[in-house]
């Protein structure tokens, strides 16, 4: 790929067959060409991806990565985040100026100018923090383990964690980008904790300056939040009738969080007052309430699929059934929750049995 004119680059990542990520990935780009409103005509998109995935239809880029680079980039196929490091450095390499990685998981809410604004010679920017590893359970051993190994100047219970959704870093940073990988497999082969790679990045890219942080310029969603998103990507990307370009992105509707009525709020509480029940139960029971009086089929299911995740989580299964009657199997078929929802709930009645 030719050496594109230094500016300002936003990377993706997509490579394998799950399609939640296309979609995702569609509403990322767009979200960032909307809220840059034009004002920004250096922006550019790398997408690094199998070619399978690549996106002609959106205004990106497409960096084809080898069989041969996913292997090395993911340390042999062991460890998938890994990939974000590596991309990284491939793509300054490419770009010439300021990159910031974005996981596809995200929607700009704000102008990606703001961001890059951000990063300059002694300030990385990464999506947000996480506290200390001190305050996370999966590092407890490997902060041992790494003290005894000699790293604990590095690797200590006061050290910061931050969420690596995106990450922002310009040419000069390419030292401290090595660095990070070499500490990351130096960690991975003590014990390979699933976000060894977040914790180098945030170590290692402040150098002798500071980390900045982005969540309030990008909504990065996860857990019950998903299902917002998934469930409301497809009529968001309706909406542009199939023209994804910078110039139909300011069509794209702002996704947000369906509102919980006020009566679902109140009687979520009774109930978990009367029942004794934990905070994921009554959330769960909250969603399931939202979702008999939702307006559109889109909502409806949307908070079905919350109800359902926080019920997964949840050991008041028991109570579950003889409250939740709308999604109890006997009422699955008069729910009008969609054929695929329908079997996730009796799945998940026949795992509880």
Same mark, same amino acid.
């Given at each position: 790929?030719?050496?594109?004119?230094?500016?300002?680059?936003?990377?993706?990542?997509?490579? @394998?067959?799950?399609?939640?990520?296309?979609?995702?990935?569609?509403?990322?780009?767009?979200?960032?060409? +909307?809220?840059?409103? $034009?004002?920004?005509?250096?922006?550019?998109?790398?997408? %690094?991806?199998?070619?399978?995935?690549?996106?002609?239809?959106?205004?990106?880029?497409?960096?084809?990565?080898?069989?041969?680079? +996913?292997?090395?980039?993911?340390?042999?196929?062991?460890?998938?985040?890994?990939?974000?490091?590596?991309? /990284?450095?491939?793509?300054?390499?490419?770009? =010439?100026?300021?990159?910031? %990685?974005?996981?596809?998981?995200?929607? %700009?809410?704000?102008?990606?100018? /703001?961001?890059?604004?951000?990063?300059?010679?002694?300030?990385?920017?990464?999506?947000?923090?996480? @506290?200390?590893?001190?305050?996370?359970?999966?590092?407890?051993?490997?902060?041992?383990?790494?003290?005894?190994?000699?790293?604990?100047? *590095?690797?200590?219970?006061?050290?910061?964690?931050?969420?690596s959704?995106?990450?922002?870093?310009?040419?000069?940073?390419?030292?401290?980008?090595?660095?990070?990988?070499?500490?990351?497999?130096?960690?991975?082969?003590?014990?390979?904790?699933?976000?060894?790679?977040?914790?180098?990045?945030?170590?290692?890219?402040?150098?002798?300056?500071?980390?900045?942080?982005?969540?309030?310029? *990008?909504?990065?969603?996860? @857990?019950?939040?998903?299902?917002?998103?998934?469930?409301?990507?497809?009529?968001?990307?309706?909406a542009?009738?199939?023209?994804?370009?910078?110039?139909?992105?300011?069509?794209?509707?702002?996704?947000?969080?369906?509102?919980?009525?006020? *009566?679902?709020?109140?009687?979520?509480?009774?109930h978990?007052?009367l029942?004794?029940?934990?905070?994921?139960?009554?959330?769960?029971?909250?969603?399931?309430?939202?979702? @008999?009086?939702?307006?559109?089929?889109? $909502?409806?299911d949307i908070?079905?699929?919350?109800?359902?995740?926080?019920?997964?989580?949840?050991?008041?299964?028991?109570?579950?059934? +003889?409250?939740?009657?709308?999604?109890?199997?006997? =009422?699955?078929?008069?729910?009008?929750?969609?054929?695929a929802?329908?079997?996730?709930?009796?799945?998940?009645?026949?795992?509880?049995?």
């Amino acid at each position: 790929m030719p050496r594109a004119d230094a500016g300002h680059t936003l990377l993706y990542l997509v490579y @394998g067959s799950n399609q939640k990520y296309q979609q995702e990935l569609s509403y990322s780009v767009l979200s960032a060409f +909307r809220e840059a409103k $034009e004002e920004r005509p250096d922006l550019q998109v790398l997408l %690094f991806c199998d070619a399978a995935n690549q996106r002609p239809d959106l205004p990106v880029t497409s960096y084809v990565m080898s069989d041969e680079e +996913r292997r090395l980039w993911t340390l042999e196929g062991t460890y998938n985040h890994a990939i974000k490091i590596f991309a /990284l450095r491939k793509a300054l390499e490419i770009a =010439g100026g300021k990159v910031c %990685f974005v996981d596809t998981d995200t929607a %700009f809410r704000k102008s990606p100018q /703001l961001l890059f604004d951000r990063i300059t010679e002694t300030s990385a920017v990464m999506h947000a923090t996480e @506290g200390a590893l001190s305050d996370l359970h999966s590092w407890s051993s490997l902060l041992g383990k790494a003290a005894a190994a000699g790293l604990d100047d *590095v690797v200590s219970p006061s050290a910061r964690m931050y969420n690596s959704g995106l990450i922002g870093v310009m040419p000069t940073m390419s030292e401290a980008l090595e660095e990070a990988c070499t500490l990351m497999r130096r960690l991975y082969e003590i014990e390979p904790v699933f976000n060894i790679e977040q914790f180098v990045l945030g170590a290692l890219l402040p150098r002798d300056g500071e980390m900045q942080l982005a969540d309030d310029l *990008v909504d990065h969603y996860w @857990g019950y939040r998903r299902h917002i998103y998934h469930g409301q990507i497809p009529s968001a990307l309706a909406a542009l009738k199939g023209q994804y370009s910078a110039q139909t992105a300011q069509n794209l509707p702002v996704i947000t969080d369906p509102q919980k009525p006020l *009566v679902a709020k109140l009687r979520a509480r009774i109930h978990a007052m009367l029942n004794q029940t934990d905070a994921t139960y009554r959330f769960g029971y909250l969603a399931y309430l939202a979702s @008999g009086s939702a307006g559109s089929a889109e $909502e409806r299911d949307i908070w079905a699929h919350i109800a359902l995740d926080m019920l997964e989580r949840s050991e008041a299964k028991d109570l579950a059934r +003889r409250s939740f009657r709308r999604f109890a199997p006997e =009422g699955l078929k008069d729910s009008g929750l969609n054929e695929a929802l329908q079997k996730e709930w009796m799945s998940f009645w026949s795992a509880a049995d």
